[in-house]
C-alpha cells in the first residue's frame, strides 16, 4: 500500500480517470465547442499539452481539472528567469486565464530526457523557478509541479522488479525524483502497451497488452502481472526505489491505443484497452506493488491529430470524431 500517495491527498476513493487534450491538427473543433463536448461525457480532469490562451479561457468556470503543459521550448526562458519574473509569467499566461482552483498540475515540459534532451539541464531548474512562484501565490499544496517521462527512461523493466533508471539519464532524473518526493508531487509518465507489443511481439503477447491475458502471466516474486499497464507503472515505482525514494505517486499523464493504420490497431482494440484503463480507475483498482492505491491516467486523444508525425497509426488515436461522436463506446463516469 502507498501510505505516502494517501498522505498527498492525491487519490482518494475512485483514482481520477481524465482525458489529454492534443491540438496538433489543423481540423479540429473550436475550443468552445470542445469544452462543451467534454462536459457533456462527464469528463473531470484534462491535460493540455500549452498554454494557448483561447484555449485556457474556454475552461474557465466549468470545474474542468486541468494538467497544463509547459513546452519544451519554453524550458530555458523559465530556467533562466527571475523569481519576480517567473511569477508575472504565470500570472499572466496562466492564471489571466484560468481560476487556480482548477489547475491541478502543470507539466513541465514533456518527455525530454529521452526525446528532447536539449532541455535536460532546464527541466529541474524551471521546476524549482515555477515552486517559487506558486509558494509566492500560496498554491504549493493545491497545484503540483512534475515533468512527463517516456517509458523508456527505465531500463530492465522486466520483471517489474528489476526496472533501473537509463543510466545515461540517471544524473538527470534523481534530482527530478527528489524534487518529487520533497514537494510531494507525483511522478508522471507516459505508458504505451501498444507500442510496447509492436515493437516486442515475441515477448509481448497482445492478450497481456489488452488488460485480456488469463493464462499468460508474469511472475516477480510473490507478486503476479496480469497486463503490461501494472507491469510498466510498478516498473517505476522499483526504479525510484532503487535511488532512494519511497512512496512517491505515479500519474500515467499519457496512455491509449490507436484505431487504425497499424498491426492491432482497431475500434476494437481501443475500446477493450481504454476501456479497462477508466473502470479500474473508476474502481480504484491498484497494481501489484500498490494494490489498495488506484492509477490516475489521462486517455490519449480527445481526437485524431492529422499533422502529427511519425507513424501514420499516431494520427489515429482519438475517441471522438470531429462531429463530437465516440469512435466506440466507453464510458467516463
Not at 54 to 63: N, V
Not at 69 to 96: C, D, I, M, R, Y
Not at 117 to 143: D, E, G, M, R
Request: one cysteine or more.
Amino acid at each position: 500500500m502507498c501510505d505516502s500517495c494517501q498522505a498527498y491527498g492525491l487519490f482518494k476513493g475512485a483514482a481520477p480517470i481524465g482525458i489529454c487534450y492534443g491540438r496538433v491538427a489543423n481540423n479540429l473543433p473550436q475550443p468552445s465547442s470542445v469544452v462543451n463536448l467534454i462536459k457533456s461525457n462527464g469528463i473531470k480532469y484534462v491535460r493540455l499539452f500549452d498554454i494557448d490562451p483561447t484555449t485556457l479561457k474556454s475552461f474557465s468556470g466549468t470545474r474542468i481539472n486541468l494538467t497544463i503543459g509547459v513546452p519544451n521550448e519554453l524550458l530555458p526562458f523559465l530556467a533562466n528567469a527571475k523569481e519576480a519574473t517567473t511569477l508575472s509569467w504565470l500570472q499572466s499566461n496562466v492564471f489571466a486565464h484560468i481560476p487556480a482552483n482548477q489547475v491541478r498540475y502543470i507539466a513541465v515540459g514533456n518527455e525530454v530526457f529521452l526525446k528532447d534532451p536539449f532541455y535536460t539541464p532546464h527541466v529541474i531548474t524551471a521546476i524549482l523557478n515555477l515552486y517559487q512562484a506558486l509558494k509566492t501565490l500560496n498554491l504549493t499544496n493545491s497545484i503540483k509541479l512534475s515533468s512527463p517521462q517516456a517509458a523508456s527512461v527505465v531500463t530492465n523493466s522486466y520483471p517489474p522488479s528489476a526496472a533501473t533508471f537509463d543510466p545515461y539519464i540517471e544524473s538527470a532524473i534523481i534530482p527530478l525524483v527528489q524534487y518529487l518526493y520533497d514537494s510531494r508531487s507525483p511522478f508522471m509518465v507516459n505508458v504505451y502497451p501498444y507500442f510496447s507489443y509492436i515493437n516486442n511481439k515475441n515477448h509481448v503477447s497482445l492478450d497481456y497488452a489488452l488488460f485480456k491475458s488469463k493464462n499468460n502471466t508474469v511472475r516477480d516474486g510473490a507478486l503476479t502481472y496480469s497486463n503490461l499497464f501494472d507491469a510498466s507503472v510498478d516498473a517505476f515505482v522499483s526504479a525510484m526505489e532503487k535511488v532512494g525514494f519511497e512512496g512517491v505517486p505515479v500519474v500515467v499523464t499519457e496512455t491509449g491505443w490507436p484505431t487504425k493504420a497499424g498491426e492491432a490497431a482497431s475500434d476494437e482494440n481501443a475500446s477493450v484497452y481504454n476501456g479497462n484503463v477508466v473502470r479500474r480507475a473508476a474502481d480504484d483498482v491498484g497494481t501489484p506493488r500498490r494494490p489498495e492505491t488506484g492509477v490516475e491516467a489521462y486517455l490519449f486523444d480527445l481526437f485524431d491529430e492529422n499533422k502529427k508525425g511519425g507513424e501514420e497509426y499516431e494520427k489515429h488515436f482519438g475517441i471522438f470524431g470531429l462531429d463530437g461522436v465516440k469512435a466506440y463506446d466507453i464510458d467516463f463516469n
